[in-house]
């Protein structure tokens, strides 16, 4: 259990008396904090005990602090930490005796300051995690661990201190709270209690801790005009290492073309290459984490499943790769350039899992009033190659696990970036323009893909911008149209997936991913038009129609061929006279129940699909990754 923070060191033996205020449900002001604590090192827990985590902070409200770097100075196992965070937060790996020690710039002034405990073994049954530092009006998600016996139904949470927050509890999971903080004049901490009972009606408690960070306003007119997560270049050294931070994740740019950054000072990729292959030190020069593992992860991957160059090729049209704890869901934008990559698809760890904010997609619930959906799948083998890891089993993955995963949402972003600036044009944009400029300036392929194969469902498309856009509401004739109307709509047209009739870009990618993926790993993707989820697991969801690698469907195949040919210069488009033919699923039949209609499957099958089918229950998926619409001006 969590208690009353200790300050070590520099502050001696003053406590953070964290007296409870009740609900947390306040105005969102730090003008009447709840017993703000004394400046200095401080740690979460006066008793720790091994299962349990605990967060280490470095609170200096008023300083300029900088250049922060944590080690651990002894210990039984060597504790992973963000190294260059006001907070450090881990779960205790055994019993014993621990010691840390962070450096930091006060200014100009060198300081350094450590702290040790004693972790006792103990029993946990519910475990709050993470705390973290987070900037002010910056979104939070918090999860409670809980063992077997807790009724999970009883667990609720509290703020005991600090700039009082207004929660969000999700009543379906209250495991999970999900709020933003306020704003702060000074960094400030706040501590939260969650409650839960067992089903014998024991009462266990336990407590976590938040840094609040003052930040810069955001600027009036913000490209970006949320609170951001905060980011470093991984490599400090890369020539680009500034300017990443300015003009790809920052709410200090107006939106604005004359506050963009120039080509000139951080250009694409292959200008750096100079058009040919990227290296990964140069991929990773462009890379910028709120946490080091993901771009740790990152490059692992790429030296990996990289082995026909596809990614390093496509990451030429990119001006950087932003991997943060707060990207939600994934997404490209022409915008700065660069693509932006949800850390829930390569994640390898529970600790690293822990990190992640788990704020819902935001397009989650849209489109609930229609009589049908429009699942769609990628399959090796006749197994599903995509995996729900529970959360609170706190499950290991390794590479292999998210090989599949991560590809299809690298090959469909980096379509969008080599839509916007196609290869082709690399070579005469200007250095001096922006790549927003740059962008406008040239003939997107999606444009021209739609021209000369467009797609013919004016009903498709409408019931598309009710369900993946804010943009328009189901009406009376949309609400009454069954699985089969829609596919009649869709079974004869020229798209190979729902989400293809948003915009011409994301048919674009999804006509490029679901190749590549056929063609680069023999997975195949499998999209239907079914009934509702149904309570009755055995009839979840009726295949009204449904078919595997459409993309191998004359039209469909020939626009894959032209947008290919287009976006990857490198890749042979003879590959595609081997695409499977498409397979037909049954009609009447559950969505599950469809898995397995691929003949002459081997009898040794992949040892990810073997493993992870035994233990795990496949994703079901009925959104995309997307690109950022342009901003208007």
């Keep these: 259990m969590k208690y009353p923070a200790i300050l070590l060191t520099t502050v001696l033996a003053s406590a953070l008396n964290l007296a409870g205020c009740g609900g947390g449900s306040g105005s969102g002001n730090d003008d009447d904090p709840i017993n703000e604590p004394t400046p200095g090192l401080m740690q979460s827990d006066s008793n720790p005990t091994a299962g349990s985590s605990t967060e280490l902070i470095l609170l200096q409200p008023n300083q300029d602090i900088s250049q922060i770097s944590w080690q651990q100075t002894s210990g039984p196992v060597q504790v992973t930490l963000l190294s260059s965070s006001k907070v450090v937060a881990f779960t205790i790996p055994v019993s014993g005796d621990y010691s840390f020690k962070v450096d930091y710039l006060d200014g100009f002034t060198a300081k350094s300051e450590s702290i040790s405990f004693s972790a006792s073994s103990g029993s946990n049954k519910v475990v709050a995690r993470l705390g973290h530092s987070v900037v002010e009006q910056g979104g939070v998600s918090l999860r409670a661990f809980t063992s077997n016996d807790i009724d999970t139904s009883s667990i609720t949470w509290q703020q005991l201190s600090g700039p009082q927050v207004s929660f969000d509890v999700d009543n379906t999971n209250t ?133 026909q160059d596809d990614f390093k090729n496509l990451l030429r049209a990119t001006t950087a790769i932003v991997l943060s704890y707060d990207v939600r869901p994934s997404f490209y934008w022409a915008a700065t350039g660069a693509i932006y990559l949800d850390p829930n698809n390569y994640w390898l760890t529970a600790e690293q899992r822990d990190t992640i904010n788990e704020a819902p997609d935001y397009r989650a619930n849209l489109g609930d009033d229609l009589q049908f959906i429009m699942p769609w799948r990628y399959v090796k083998e006749n197994k599903d190659v995509s995996f729900n890891y529970p959360v609170n089993d706190r499950l290991n993955r390794s590479l292999v696990d998210m090989k599949f995963e991560l590809a299809d949402l690298l090959y469909h972003e980096l379509a969008h970036a080599n839509d916007y600036l196609p290869p082709a044009e690399w070579s005469s944009v200007s250095p001096s323009d922006s790549f927003y400029e740059a ?161 002459n499957v081997p009898q040794a099958l992949h040892v990810l699909l073997q493993k992870s089918s035994n233990t795990l229950q496949p994703k079901f998926r009925t959104h995309q990754h997307h690109a950022r619409p342009m901003p208007k001006h």
């Design 175 to 307: 495991a999970v709270t999900i709020f933003d903080v306020p704003s702060v004049s000074a960094d400030s901490v706040i501590e939260l209690e969650v409650t839960a009972k067992t089903t014998a009606g024991d009462t266990h408690k336990d407590r976590v801790s938040l840094l609040i960070e003052n930040r810069p306003s955001i600027v009036s007119g913000a490209l970006f005009d949320d609170a951001l997560a905060n980011i470093h270049a991984y490599n400090p050294d890369s020539a680009f290492a500034d300017a990443l931070i300015k003009c790809v994740y920052s709410n200090q740019i107006e939106n604005k073309i004359s506050t963009f950054c120039e080509l000139s000072e951080l250009p694409i990729l292959a200008n750096t290459s100079n058009g040919s292959t990227p290296s990964i030190e140069q991929i990773m020069d462009r890379v910028v984490v709120s946490h080091d593992w993901m771009a740790e992860n990152f490059r692992a991957y790429l030296e990996a499943f990289d082995n």
């Design 439 to 599: 962008a406008t300036d040239v003939a997107e392929i999606s444009d021209d893909m739609i021209i000369r194969y467009p797609l013919l469902s004016q009903e498709m498309k409408d019931l598309a911008a009710v369900r993946f856009t804010t943009e328009k509401e189901a009406n009376d004739i949309q609400k009454a149209y069954t699985p089969d109307d829609v596919a009649t709509f869709y079974k004869d047209d020229i798209a190979n997936g729902f989400y293809n009739y948003t915009n011409e870009k994301e048919d674009l990618g999804i006509l490029f991913e679901s190749l590549m993926m056929s063609l680069r790993y023999g997975v195949q993707r499998d999209t239907a038009v079914t009934t509702p989820p149904d309570p009755n697991p055995s009839k979840h969801v009726i295949v009204a129609w449904g078919q595997r690698g459409r993309i191998a469907e004359p039209g469909i195949s020939e626009r894959a061929a032209y947008v290919t040919g287009r976006l990857l210069p490198e890749f042979d488009l003879d590959l595609i006279d081997s695409l499977p033919s498409p397979i037909q699923m049954t009609p009447g039949l559950d969505w599950w129940e469809n898995l397995a209609i691929s003949p």
